[in-house]
T-cell receptor, first 116, second 114 residues
Framework: GAVVSQHPSWVICKSGTSVKIECRSLDFQATTMFWYRQFPKKSLMLMATSNEGSKATYEQGVEKDKFLINHASLTLSTLTVTSAHPEDSSFYIC????????????FGPGTRLTVT | AQSVTQPDIHITVSEGASLELRCNYSYGATPYLFWYVQSPGQGLQLLLKYFSGDTLVQGIKGFEAEFKRSQSSFNLRKPSVHWSDAAEYFCAVGAESGNTPLVFGKGTRLSVIA
């Protein structure tokens, strides 16, 4: 099946710094990617929909200036957490849809962000 | 709008016993339904999916799920649980549109006891 990778798998940063997380579709082109956030022992919460070549669509309550999403190519979307704070610590998961596949989303392995 | 309800937050079963995890969905059109499993600190693994056709779907690791339109349900079952099945299980619903993300239930945590 299709593979989606994320980098890094985990990252620790200090408050006030910015962190970039990459999401890549390895063997297919994804015009649409999704970013989810998962708190400990909670479900996945959709943050935004990333569209290649256009602005991301953010869910209500998600700060677009804090969580910058860039989908510059058909295989790469990035999420940058700007001016990170401890409450931004979470598990971030991306997913991508193969437009030629059967309605399935392929999930990356996730990135564990810890802000100290 | 789509929504998914997993009524059971936590279930404990004995190893070797049968398992059924409940999932109810709300969606106005034909739903595309998924079950994922997540071990602690890990990403999601797809267990099975339903798009159309036979309403009983077989998945990996001996899991199966049955789509019941009349009950808006997509319950996950396994005849004999193994200790390694202990994990968090998520039901999700999606749509045909490529720009529509999956909507997840809150998850059911499965514990397996000897």
């Amino acid at each position: 099946g299709a593979v989606v990778s994320q980098h890094p798998s985990w990252v620790i940063c200090k408050s006030g710094t910015s962190v970039k997380i990459e999401c890549r579709s390895l063997d297919f082109q994804a015009t649409t990617m999704f970013w989810y956030r998962q708190f400990p022992k909670k479900s996945l919460m959709l943050m935004a929909t990333s569209n290649e070549g256009s602005k991301a669509t953010y869910e209500q309550g998600v700060e677009k200036d804090k969580f910058l999403i860039n989908h510059a190519s058909l295989t790469l979307s990035t999420l940058t957490v700007t001016s990170a704070h401890p409450e931004d610590s979470s598990f971030y998961i991306c997913s991508a849809r193969d437009p030629y596949s059967t309605y399935e989303q392929y999930f990356g392995p996730g990135t564990r962000l810890t802000v100290t | 709008a789509q929504s998914v309800t997993q009524p059971d937050i936590h279930i404990t079963v004995s190893e070797g016993a049968s398992l059924e995890l409940r999932c109810n969905y709300s969606y106005g059109a034909t739903p595309y339904l998924f079950w994922y499993v997540q071990s602690p600190g890990q990403g999601l693994q797809l267990l099975l999916k339903y798009f159309s056709g036979d309403t009983l779907v077989q998945g990996i690791k001996g899991f199966e799920a049955e789509f019941k339109r009349s009950q808006s349900s997509f319950n996950l079952r396994k005849p004999s649980v193994h200790w390694s099945d202990a994990a968090e299980y998520f039901c999700a619903v999606g749509a045909e549109s490529g720009n529509t993300p999956l909507v997840f239930g809150k998850g059911t945590r499965l514990s397996v006891i000897a």
